[in-house]
C-alpha cells in the first residue's frame, strides 16, 4: 500500500503545544501517555482492539515537507526555531500495545507512549482517529458475527462508510472482528480480506425477462452463481426462475453448489419457503443468503424465528457501528520523567470515570487454570509483577464491596513493545493471524461477558502499589 503522508493529520493544538514546549525548554522532557477508553460501545461487555498496523506505519513515515513547514510559517504563530527544528523531527520513543485482536475493557492502557513531550503529544490526533474507528468496527462485526451462530458474516458497507478510510480500513477491521469477507475490492488488494460479490437488481432489471438475466449469469460464473431473487416477486417469479436456471445450466455440468439471495422483505418467511422450494426441486446443495440493513439484533431474530439462511451480508449498520457509532478512545498523561525518575501524574474531574489511573503502568489478564477463562485484569506499577502462585484478592472497581478471590491462575502481561528508540520492534502479523488471535480472544471469555444484553461486569482492577499512588496524588490535588 503507498503510504500517504498523514504528518499534517493532527488537531491544530498538538502544533501549538509542541511549540510552547519549544519555547518553554519542554521539548525534551519524556512524557508517558495512556491510550484508553471509558464505556464499550451498544452497552457491550468487551471491545475488541484494531488498528495498531496503521499506528505504526504513520509512526514510521513521520516527517514534515518544506511545502507543510512553509504553511505552518504562514499561521504566524510559530517561532521559526522550531520550525527548523520540525525539519529533522521523527519520533524517536517508545511504545507498547495490546496485540490488534486483543479483548479489551474500559479503562486498560491498550497503548503507552514514552517518548520526549512534542513527539509524545503529537501522535495523538492520528493515534486515536485509528485506534477509535477500527476498535470500533472490529468490535461491531463480532457482535454481529456472534449473532450468526456459525453462518459466514460478509461486511457490504462501502457505499455507506463514511469517506474513502472509513471503507477500506473498516473492512479491514471487520475482518479482524470475524466476518468472512467484504464488498470493497481495495480492502481485498491491500490487506487480503477476501472479496466477493455477485450482482444487483440492475442485472435484472438490464435483461427483458428475469429467466434470461438468471440463465446468462449462470452461463458466465457457473460456479459463482449467486442469484438476486427478489426484483420482482420473490417466490412468485424470483425462486422459481432461479430453480430454471440451475437445473438447465449448472445441473448438466455436474455443479451443485448455487445460491439465491434476499436483499428485501420478510426474509425468516421467504427463506423458509424458498428452502422448501429449493429442497423440492432436488436442489438440497443451495445456499440462502440474505441482507438489507441488518445487524445482530435482527440476525438473532430471524433465526430464533427459524429463518432458513445461511450467510448474511451486513452494510452500513456495520461499517458505520449505526447503533453506537463512537468509540470514545482517549489519551492521556499518565507520568513525566524528571531527574531520571517517573513522576506521576493525574487528571481530576468531578464526574468520577474521567479520573485517570497514574504512572507508568502494566496491563496482566489473569486466567483460571483448571477452564482457561479469562476471570479479570490487573493493572499494576511497570516494576511490578503478579505472582501467580498466591492468592490474588480482586475488586471490581465499580463496587468495591465485590470482590474475587482468585486461588488458582496464570498471569499474562497483554502489552508488547512495538517502537523502541524510534524503530519498529513488533513484528507486524498477518491479517488473518490477527484475525484468528481475535477468535480465540473471545472464545476465552464466559458467555456471561459475550452476552448482549446486561453483560457480566469483567473484573479491572489496580494493584494495591497502584492504588496508593492514585489516591495519594487525589489527595495532595485536593488539598490545592
Sequence with gaps: MTQQNYTMLCDFYELTMGNGYFCAGLSGRVSYFDVFFRTVPDGGGFAIAAGLEQVAEYIRDLHFTEEDIE??????????EFLDYLRRFRFTGDIWAVPEGTVVFPGEPIMTVRAPAIEAQFIETFVLLSINHQSLIATKANRIVRASEGRAVSEFGSRRAQGADGAIYGARASYIGGCAGTACTIS????????????????VQMFDDEYEAFTTYCQIYPRAATLLVDTYDALRSGVPNAIRAFKEILLPQGITNCAIRFDSGDIAYLSRRA??????????????????????????????QGACVDSFGVGERMIT?????????????????????IVPRIKISENAAKITNPHFKKLWRLYDRASGKAEADLITVYDETVDDTKPLEIFDPDHTWKRKLMTSFTARPLQQQIFRNGELVYDLPELS??????????????????????????????SQKLWDIKHELLGSRRKD
Design 321 to 341: 457501528s449505526k447503533s453506537d457509532p463512537v468509540f470514545g478512545g482517549v489519551y492521556k498523561l499518565a507520568a513525566i520523567e524528571r531527574d531520571g525518575q
Design 275 to 304: 428452502r422448501k422450494m429449493l429442497d423440492d426441486a432436488g436442489l438440497e446443495n443451495c445456499k440462502i443468503v440474505a441482507s438489507n440493513s441488518l445487524d445482530e439484533y435482527i440476525i438473532r431474530d430471524l433465526l430464533h
Design 433 to 462: 493471524d490477527i484475525r484468528d488471535y481475535c477468535m480465540r480472544e473471545v472464545d476465552s471469555l464466559w458467555d456471561e461477558v459475550t452476552r448482549f444484553e446486561n453483560p457480566h461486569n469483567y473484573y479491572v482492577d489496580l
Design 188 to 203: 481485498d488488494k491491500l490487506f487480503g480480506v477476501p472479496a466477493g460479490g455477485t450482482m444487483a437488481h440492475s442485472w
Design 71 to 80: 504553511f505552518l510559517r504562514g499561521k504566524g504563530v510559530f517561532n521559526e
